[in-house]
């Protein structure tokens, strides 16, 4: 009865956190907000319904040790993914929310030769003797 219990808890928990991620590449107003959207809210309602497989499978260690790789595997590459795909879409041209308040990206990217320069060093990280 409780297994059963902490089961639909955490699969309910975790589609509801789906729903979520679904909600927010819809209403969100550009691509790298959609992208922070769906690898959080995506990667946990995905976790949550992992785990709520593993209590109600708990008998069977090898579902079990499958639902983990599940979630190291999602936990992962999620924001890996996100990451990739938003750059991309960045470098592509694809335009930022006119709202955005600093793009950092921009005074360091070459639109000649498409390449991504390092940081600025701050006068923090210079050496004094």
């Given at each position: 009865?409780?297994?059963?219990?902490?089961?639909?808890?955490?699969?309910?928990?975790g589609a509801f956190l789906m729903?979520?991620?679904g909600i927010g590449i819809m209403r969100m107003p550009d691509l790298l907000t959609?992208?922070?959207?769906?690898?959080?809210?995506?990667?946990?309602?995905?976790?949550?319904?992992?785990c709520g497989y593993m209590v109600f499978y708990s008998a069977e260690t090898s579902l079990v040790v499958r639902a983990l790789a599940i979630i190291v595997f999602v936990i992962v590459t999620a924001p890996i993914a996100a990451h990739?795909?938003?750059?991309?879409?960045y470098f592509v041209g694809i335009e930022l929310w006119d709202r955005t308040v600093k793009d950092v990206i921009k005074e360091r990217y070459d639109l000649k030769t498409r390449r991504l320069g390092?940081?600025?060093k701050s006068?923090?990280?210079?050496?004094?003797?």
């Open positions: 009865m409780m297994t059963e219990l902490i089961t639909s808890f955490l699969l309910l928990l729903l979520l991620s959609r992208m922070h959207a769906t690898s959080k809210a995506g990667a946990l309602g995905i976790g949550l319904m992992a990739v795909l938003g750059r991309a879409g390092s940081a600025p006068r923090d990280d210079e050496e004094t003797y």
